[in-house]
C-alpha cells in the first residue's frame, strides 16, 4: 500500500541556516504530493504542493521538488527564520475517489535565535 | 478560500460521557475526515466519509462513530469517553477535483477526566 516516511525530529537550527526535511514515499500509479505545517496550537495548513513528477511545489521560502526516480519530495529552505519552527508533515494522495490521504508523522523544526 | 470549522477549540469531558464533534466545511467537498493526533503517533484516521450517509472506518475507529446527514457536516461521536481519548482531533475535507488537495479545521483538544 501507499506510504510515506519522513525523517523524525526535532530538528534544532539556528535563525538564517539552511533546512532539509527529507520525505520519501511508495505509491502505485502517479500521486499527488504535499507538505503541511502545524503551527503550536493550530490545525494544519497546506504549505506546498505537487502534482506531476519535476514539478517544484513553493511557498514562503520554502520548495520541493517531486522527484519520481527517487520517490522522494523533501522540502527545503535557504534561511529558516524563528517564525518557522512547527511540525512539518508530508503527505500524499492518489486520485482515486475514495483513497485516503496518507501522512508522515511529522518532524518538529526548532529555530533559535 | 476553503473553511473548515470544527464546534469547540477545547472540550473537557468526565468519562463515559457522550461526546459529540462537530465539523463544516462551505466548499461543497465530497470527502471528510477525522484524524487524531497524538505527540510521537502523527495524525491517525478515525473515520472518513466519501459522500451523505457514507462512512468508512479509517485506522483506530474504535470508541468511535461518525454521522454525516449533510454534505457540509461531519459528527464524531465518542459513546462513552474515556481517558485514552484525550487527544488532538482534527478534521478535514476534500474536493473531488484538481489536486486532491486536503484541507483542515483548527482542532479541538479534548480531555477526559
Known amino acids: 500500500g501507499n506510504s510515506v516516511t519522513q525523517m523524525e525530529g526535532p530538528v534544532t537550527l539556528s535563525e538564517e541556516a539552511f533546512l532539509t526535511i527529507n520525505c520519501t514515499y511508495t505509491?502505485?500509479?502517479?500521486?499527488?504530493l504535499f507538505w503541511y505545517v502545524q503551527y503550536p496550537g493550530e490545525g494544519l495548513q497546506l504549505l506546498l504542493k505537487?502534482?506531476?513528477?519535476?514539478d517544484k511545489g513553493s511557498n514562503k521560502g520554502f520548495e520541493a521538488t517531486y522527484r519520481k526516480e527517487t520517490t522522494s519530495f523533501h522540502l527545503e529552505k535557504g534561511s529558516v527564520q524563528v517564525s518557522d519552527s512547527a511540525v512539518y508533515f508530508c503527505a500524499l494522495t492518489s486520485l482515486n475517489r475514495d483513497d485516503k490521504i496518507i501522512f508522515g508523522k511529522g518532524t518538529r523544526l526548532h529555530i533559535l535565535p | 478560500d476553503v473553511k473548515v470549522t470544527q464546534s469547540s477549540r477545547y472540550l473537557v469531558k468526565r468519562t463515559g460521557e457522550k461526546v459529540f464533534l462537530e465539523c463544516v466545511q462551505d466548499?461543497?467537498?465530497?470527502?471528510m475526515f477525522w484524524y487524531r493526533q497524538d505527540p510521537g503517533l502523527g495524525l491517525r484516521l478515525i473515520y472518513f466519509s466519501y459522500d451523505v450517509k457514507m462512512k468508512e472506518k479509517g485506522d483506530i475507529p474504535e470508541g468511535y462513530s461518525v454521522s454525516r446527514e449533510k454534505k457540509e457536516r461531519f459528527s464524531l461521536i465518542l459513546e462513552s469517553a474515556s481517558t485514552n481519548q484525550t487527544s488532538m482531533y482534527l478534521c478535514a475535507s476534500r474536493g473531488l477535483a484538481g489536486t486532491y488537495t486536503q484541507y483542515f479545521g483548527p482542532g479541538t483538544r479534548l480531555t477526559v477526566l
Open positions: 505537487a502534482t506531476k513528477a519535476d
Open positions: 505509491a502505485t500509479g502517479y500521486p499527488s
Open positions: 466548499m461543497d467537498h465530497e470527502n
